[in-house]
């Protein structure tokens, strides 16, 4: 995870805060930690100048609290300063400032930055955001040159542009702790090697199949999570202004490849209306974490003493408040209750955007708690799914007595392809072994125990030679097509993986 995105945690959560003035504060409430709001409309205060020009006093507090973002978008920082440098040295090179006053606001913004990473930038109560933030300390540092950064640019254009940059950046860390939970499968894979466990549907025992190719898929699933999540945006607004553009002879092209973008974007009212971008991210975001509530999911299954396949250690166990023996596993039911929060934020997200005329609106500004809030959770998640991995014990016994039991029946499909081999079409074989299921259910015996007239009666095929089909180890090794569960492939599998995670 790269630590910026770390250590900027967000409350994501809106905490909805009842300030002096009896007004609901939904957005603005736990995180912020500036300086107490006065109840009624004050003076205009130095930062409140930059937007207030027009009006005679200062923002009601009410207002001011619902609006404010800087709780939830200071983490925004240093996507801010990135923009705001490319759009400096932009402004420089095509001549709408002077080389001195871009040189100022660079070493401005180095200030600026400097101070967000020691942790020493002071937020004021009246900056609204993070942008204003960011621009009112670097006119406090510079002076006059401060106050032309804003030169062809507006908000509108500045937020959706630093989005799309936090978009970029929380996609690469989320894929790289996606990497450290695949990781985490294949060793289990590979430390259980050669485990068989029953394949299950409708949670009814079916086939056999190994423990590994188990795993492995969700290795699969993850991977094409994270493809996902690395599909970032494409196109950089920088340069859409208010959502028709600008005046000024600006080089988008240019600001667009120093942040790494394919291009502009083409129309500049979508660029500050649209957050289809975040809508995708929250989809790649909600596909990995369902993936993990279906791996919490399995998880809570095997440790479950009817089932038996794996012992989790005491660090990812937790205890009851009244039964002594309980041996819980919270994390892995965690792993599927945390997902509810991720899936969420896709509708949120569309939600917000519904029916929304083209055009900014405020509205967008919640895009933000919603998005952190999911990052954080899934990052969470998979840090969740990481330790319990680790910690994971197969009891590959137990899993076997379950592939064994005579009871389930795991071979019938072996049964049934084996008549089709000697001539019988599927169907015809389905039924055979459908009689077969149902004499030995009848004497409680497995197909092995059946006596030869029995099969015989079920069909004249089965009078000889059932037993040879009638092995685990047979019927995995058969299954060696592509994608197939026999040893050998899935082997193969597990050293590509090996690879492929020890190259990154
Ligand atoms: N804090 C705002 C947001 O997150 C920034 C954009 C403000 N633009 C505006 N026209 N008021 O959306």
Known sequence: MSTEHEASASTGAASASTDAAGASAPSAGAANTGPA?????????????????RFAGGIHPAL????????????????????????????????????????????????????????????????????MAVERRLTEIVGEDGKRLHTARSRNDQVATDLRLWLRGAGEALADAVRVVQRGLVNLALSADGAV?????????????????????YVEMLEQDRLGLLAGPRECP?????????????????????????????????????????????????????????????LVLWCSREFGFLRLGDAVSTG??????????????????????????VSRLLELQRGLPLGYFKDLQEDKPALFDAHDTLAHMLALADAMLSDAHPQPERM???????????????????????GLSFREAHEAVGALVRAAEERGVGLADLDNATRAACHPICAEGLDEVLSVEAALASRTAVGGSAPERVNTELSRWQQELAAD
């Open 320 to 345: 009851s408040s009244i039964m002594p023996q309980k041996r819980n596993p919270d994390g892995a039911e965690l792993l599927r209750g945390l997902a509810v929060r991720v899936d969420g934020t």
């Open 400 to 422: 076997r007595a379950a592939v064994d039991d005579p009871a389930g029946f795991l071979l019938a499909t072996e049964v049934a392809d084996w008549l089709v081999r000697r």
């Open 238 to 298: 920088l340069g859409a202004g208010a959502g028709t553009g600008t005046s000024f002879a600006i080089d988008r092209h240019a600001t667009a490849r120093e942040l790494g973008f394919e291009r502009p974007s083409p129309n500049s009212m979508e660029a500050v209306s649209n957050r289809r971008d975040a809508v995708m991210f929250a989809t790649a975001m909600a596909c990995t974490a369902t993936t993990l509530s279906r791996l919490g999911a399995d």
């Open 64 to 131: 001011h609290a619902a609006n404010r973002s800087l709780p939830f978008d200071r983490r925004l920082w240093d996507e801010d300063l990135r923009g705001s440098a490319a759009h400096a040295r932009m402004l420089g090179a095509t001549g709408i400032l002077s080389a001195e006053s871009v040189a100022r606001l660079l070493e401005g913004l180095d200030q600026v930055r400097a101070e967000f990473v020691d942790g020493r930038f002071v937020e004021h109560d009246d900056d609204e955001d993070i942008h």
């Open 197 to 217: 466990l029953p394949y299950y549907t409708h949670l009814q025992r079916a086939q056999p199949v190994l423990f590994g190719h188990h795993l492995l898929a």
């Open 37 to 53: 709001k006065p109840a009624t409309p004050s003076a205009k205060h130095a930062a409140e100048a930059l937007l207030r020009g």
